[in-house]
Structures are given as C-alpha cells and as structure tokens.
C-alpha cells in the first residue's frame, strides 16, 4: 500500500483523486443522477443537496453497488466504472453507509479485524494450513483493530457484540471500520445524523486528524452548517444534476443553492 | 436382535448425518447460504466413492465400470486397500463439490431465497437423472456392491473368547463410564433444569437399555449383552468386533477429523469473512472481500462434507439407490441442524442424536401399542418432531446451544508492542 500523499496528487490539475464524468442514473421513470460530472480533491468534500438530490445514488455508483446507466468515474487515474466494491475496496476507495451496518452478531473487535486487507488467515489455505504467516497477519490485524479502537474510544467495548452499540458507537464503528482498510478516501454518508452534539464534534474532530494524515473525504450531511464549516470544497447537487461547486463562503451565497433549499433549510 | 445391535445402528445413523449436518452447518450455519439442494452432494458422493471402490465388472450393473481402487492400491503396498478406498471417498468429496461449484456458479448471485428454490429443483432433476439414465449409475436399479473399507478383516478377534469379551467388554464400560462421566460434570456446571433434563434423559436411556431387557426375559445375558455393546459374542468362532461395530468407530473416526477440520475453517479469519458475509454482504463487500468468492468456497467445502457423509452410508446401507436420497433428507438436516443450535457444531452433533433418537427410537413405542395403530404413530413421530422444531424456535431461537464462540489461536507475539496512532496510516504493511 502506497501512503496518500496530496502534494503529488494535486501536482497534475485536472487529475483529480476522484473525478465522476457525465454520469446518468435511472430508476425507471425516476432520473436519479442527470449527467453529474464533479472533481474530489484531497482533503475534505462535502456533498449536500435537498432529499432525493441523487447523494446517495451517487455513492452507490461511484462505490460499485450500483451500475451507472452511463458516464464515467475515475479514482487515483484509473477507470474505475463499474468495479466492484470489493475492487474499489482494494483500491483504496472505500464508503460507509447511511444507515450504520455493523455486524451485530459479531464483537465490535471482529467487526475491526476484518477490515484488514490482504491477511494471510483469510484465504481457505492459509486457515487450514496456518503457520507463522497467519499468526503475524492476525497479530497485525489485532494490533491494528485495538490502535483504531483506541483512537476511536471504542476500546473498552471491544468484546461486546456490536448490536449492543449505541447510534453513535456505531457511526463512530462505521467509521473505523472503514478507515481500516487502508483507503486514500472515504466516503462517509451522513455519519453524524441521529448522533448528540458532543458525539458529533468528536466524529468531526477525527476527520480532522485522518485528514492531516492524508487522507480524502467525501462527507454527504445534512446538517448544512457543519458542511460549510468543516469542509474545503463543497458540491451542491439538485434534482440529479449538479448545481454548483466550490469553497463553502461561495456556496453559500450563491442564489441557486438558497433557491433549491427554500422551504427545506435556511442557509 | 439385541438392544446394543440396534443402539450401535442409530449411533452410526447419527455420525453420518451428523457429518452431513456440518456439511450444510458450513453453508448455512456460518455463511447463511440456504442450500435446500444438500441431499444431492450427499448422493454424488456416495455415488462417485462406490463407483471409484468397486470391481470392473459386477452382475446386474450397467452404469459406469468400477475402477476398483483398493485392488489396485492393493497390488502396490501392503494396506493399500484402505488407502484405495480413502482416494475412492477423496474422489467422492471432490466430485460433490465440483456438482456444487456448478450449481453455485449461477445460484449464489441470486438472493438467498431464490438460492433455496433453485438449489432445491437442481437437486432434484440430479436425482432424477441418477433414477432414469441407466447408463450413467445403473439407474433405479442402484449399486448392489459396496466396497468394505477393511472388511475383510472383520469379525476381528483377539485370540480366545474370554480375551475377547475382556478387552473389548471392558473398552465398552470405559466408554460408558467415560460418557457418564462427562454427563456428570456437564450437570454439575449447568443449571438446576439442565440438571433435572439431564437425569431424567440419563434414567429413561437405563431404563430402557438396561433395565428394560432384564425385566422382558432377557436376564443377565441381555444385560451383559448390552453393557459389552462392542463385543459381539456371535461374531467368528470365539465372538469380537463385527463390521456394524467397527464401522461405527470408523464413522466416529471420520466424524471426528471433519469435525475439527470445520472448528479450524470457522475459528479463523476466514470464519470471521463467512459470518460477515451471513449477517450482512455489503458490508465485507465494502471493506474489499471478494464475497462471491467465500459463499463458493463455503458452499463446496459443505458439499465435500456431504460427498464424504455420502460415503459412509453407502457401507452402512451396503446398496444404494436414488430413491434413498430424497430431498427430505435436506429438511431433516436443516431441522437437526436448528434444534441443536444454527452455526454451532456441537449443536450439529446434539440435534442430529436428538432428531434421529425421536424419529428412531420412538420406534420402541410399537411394541407397547396395538398394531392397527402402527400407521398413526409414524405419522405422529413427524409430528412430534415438528412440534419439538415450533417449541425450539419459539422459546430460544438460536437452538438449544446457541452459536458457538469464536478464537482464532495466535501465539503471543514477542516483537512489536502497540504502535502509534502513526501506525494506523500505513499500517497496511505494519509488519
């Protein structure tokens, strides 16, 4: 795995770390995504629009768990149209979802440890035949499941099943889950909504950290105010299409944007 | 026929569909695959392993010859024979899982209950293509000769009769007070109903086996007869272990092996990647497992299972016909499978003993019923089962075990104490 490293990233304009191109998504009469072409750059984007502005479809099509009708998506100057979400996964793009989906039957330590890629324990021979290389891998992944828990304050909750989590133990779990798997981005669809405000500046507070590190988030929220306070770039969608993009003061007056939320949300 | 005669048949009956049962544990219990087509690998296993033991030519047989692979591991080294007929059920177990890799190819896309229809019809358009292709394995006419892993060595005697009945009498009390033993400690950790459970199953199985035959006009003899269960005192000249016996001990044996085979596979990371994709796909999907990789796995490794299951009860059954392998057969094992307790291996083994002993040993029942009721009590023995799976499934969902615990066994590590936090960016190759 390749650290993220913005500086050669942003060196080629143009050649943005995620970049969607004209991409159209039906859902029979229903025009999802209209032709949305958008750059994600390091560091943190969020993403807003009103309900049923397309957000969600466009994570699922950029992710690989949905199928774009057509256009394209380019991730780290590959073509990444159409993978799966386990390539993309592999690829260092990874999402959580809307809707927390811990595993609730495993501990929150299991639901951790697989997030490590590539472990040796993982394939059928390795389980079966084991040896050093196994017990190295799980070590690793171990230590590296309790640093993330650590960080995460998660640790003293290691062994309980993850269904025992409250709301926000299981945005914060979503999150750590995902960031274990070594990504250059990570898509986090609304991980502060249902979360209590202390909670939240948390959870913000760790983006925050994870983005000085190097890593890219693309953040979709709600909550407009926390977008345009923590965000470096923000992407307005409305009614599946683009409406505006840029830095979050621009965005926020913009006349389109405060039209297309009337009646939703005072910006 | 005496007591231990029938005890020994169910308790083979039960090893062998206890490994049948792992086999469908592996793809439902751990990966939630739902493969209402598991009879079918049981049955191309026995079928293949038969095929694979038997000699060339046998009268009355039209199918696929024989390639009779204990002869021919035979010629080559002394106890090849048994070797022959381990590659005999090695090829069993593969042909199964190859049948389920080409039935999973296709089905394991669709969503899980349309898996269970569509495992369901292939399993039994294969069975009905075993029943009319004559060609193929003799059609309805089955198989009339079974290879007998060793049984040429049976019955095996130890020189006179009273060495006989010593050693292997007292290995059969050992046994008992082995089992017993293990009741006794199991009850004294348990709770005061496990307990009361407990001792209650312990007496009505005296009763029945011991006391029972003394009292019917069997005196001492019957009950020699059966505490010595693995003596068998008309076996040979001077009596010892017939084959029924030593196939139960082989069945256990075999048992024994998947069963630890399977602990290895679940207690694992790869177990960890089988249950994530059970409770939820997307999510492993999403940290970047290659999903649809682990069901095909799990789903050949359960039919392996099944295959190597397949096998045994072609001995036990010494013939085998397609119309021993009917789809019930996959019902009763998700049934035994959910009594004992869903992705709990142990549980397996409990639910299989449980359903078999209520479906088998209710049997009994006849001798103290009027005969023009015979009919009803099979059918009430069904029901009986049936009425048992609502209770489970009402009063404790997860089956009377539950699911078992999981550990992945890793030595302490001596180099490398907790990283940084530094650790968790490039922590990819952290080692």
Redesign the interface.
């Known amino acids: 795995m390749t650290e993220a490293d913005p500086s050669a990233r942003s060196a080629e304009p143009g050649d943005a770390l995620l970049s969607v191109e004209n991409l159209r998504k039906r859902f029979g009469g229903i025009v999802a995504l209209d032709g949305v072409s958008v750059d994600v750059e390091q560091g943190i984007t969020g993403l807003i629009g009103p309900n049923g502005a397309g957000k969600t479809t466009l994570f699922d099509c950029i992710t690989g768990f949905l199928e774009p009708d057509s256009g394209r998506v380019r991730f780290d100057g590959e073509d990444i149209t159409g993978d799966r979400p386990a390539t993309l996964a592999q690829h260092g793009l990874v999402r959580s979802f809307q809707i927390p989906r811990e595993l609730e039957s495993m501990t929150v330590r299991e639901n951790l440890l697989l997030s490590t890629p590539n472990q040796y324990g993982e394939r059928l021979t390795g389980t079966w035949v084991r040896g050093e290389k196994f017990a190295a891998d799980e070590r690793r992944a171990r230590r590296r499941a309790d640093e993330t828990a650590a960080f995460f304050e998660l640790d003293h909750l290691l062994e309980e099943p993850a269904g025992n989590l409250s709301g926000g133990q299981r945005k914060l779990l979503e999150i750590a889950r995902a960031l274990l798997t070594d990504p250059k981005m990570v898509l986090l669809d609304e991980p502060m909504a249902g979360v209590n405000p202390s909670l939240e500046k948390k959870i913000l507070d760790r983006i925050h950290e994870l983005e000085a590190e190097g890593y890219a988030f693309l953040l979709v929220e709600h909550d407009v105010d926390v977008i345009m306070e923590h965000c470096e770039h923000v992407i307005v969608l409305h009614q599946g299409d683009l409406l505006t993009q840029g830095p979050p003061d621009a965005v926020r007056t913009d006349e389109r944007v405060i039209d297309a939320y009337l009646g939703e949300e005072e910006l | 026929m005496a007591l231990a005669d029938f005890l020994i048949t169910l308790l083979t009956f039960v090893t062998v569909y206890s490994l049948f049962g792992l086999g469908l544990n592996v793809k439902y219990g751990f990966t939630g695959l739902v493969d209402f087509g598991h009879v079918a690998y049981f049955m191309v296993g026995a079928y293949v392993t038969v095929v694979l033991t038997m000699p060339a030519e046998v009268a009355g047989y039209a199918g696929i010859g024989g390639l009779n692979l204990p002869a021919v591991f035979g010629a080559l080294f002394p106890g090849g024979a048994l070797v022959g007929w381990f590659v005999g059920i090695a090829g069993g177990m593969v042909a199964a899982a190859a049948t389920s890799l080409l039935v999973g190819v296709p089905t394991l896309r669709l969503r899980e209950d349309y898996l269970a229809i569509t495992a369901l019809g292939i399993a039994t358009i294969l069975n009905a293509v075993f029943e009319n292709e004559e060609w193929l394995f003799n059609g309805p006419y089955g198989v009339q000769s079974v290879y007998e892993p060793l049984g040429d060595l049976f019955p095996l005697g130890l020189g006179s009769f009273t060495l006989n009945m010593v050693v292997l009498g007292g290995l059969s009390v050992l046994l008992f007070l082995v089992a017993g033993y293990a009741v006794v400690q199991h009850a004294r950790r348990a709770g005061r109903r496990m307990r009361l459970l407990l001792g209650g199953l312990v007496a009505l199985f005296v009763l029945w086996y011991f006391v029972q035959p003394v009292l019917a006009g069997g005196g001492m003899v019957a009950f020699e007869r059966n505490l010595m269960w693995l003596f068998d005192p008309t076996a040979g000249q001077t009596g010892g272990l017939d084959y029924d016996r030593f196939l139960l001990l082989f069945a256990t044996g075999l048992l024994a092996v998947a069963y630890w ?1 399977v602990e ?2 679940v207690n ?6 089988l ?2 994709v059970r ?2 796909e ?10 649809y990789r682990y069901k095909i ?1 799990a789903m050949m ?1 359960g039919s392996a299972l099944a295959g190597a299951a397949g096998a045994l009860w072609a001995i036990q059954l010494g013939f085998i016909s397609p119309e021993q392998f009917a789809p019930t057969l996959t019902f009763f094992a998700f049934t035994a499978v959910i009594i004992g307790g869903t992705a709990n291996n142990k549980g397996v083994i409990l639910g299989t003993a449980a359903f078999w002993l209520i479906n088998s040993g209710t049997r009994f029942l006849n001798d103290y019923i009027p005969s023009e009721y015979s009919v009803q009590l099979a059918a009430a023995r069904l029901m009986l089962i049936g009425v048992l799976l609502v209770v489970i499934l009402y009063y404790r969902p997860e089956g009377i075990l539950g ?1 078992q615990d ?1 550990t ?1 066994n ?2 302490e ?1 001596d180099a ?1 104490g ?14």
């Open positions: 085979w290895r596979t694992s990371p790869y177990g960890r990647v249950r994530a409770d939820d997307d999510v492993p999907k999403a940290l970047g497992k290659q999903t796995q490794f699911e999981y992945v890793v030595p590590d490398g907790p990283g940084s936090l530094g650790g968790l960016v490039g922590g990819g190759d952290g080692d």
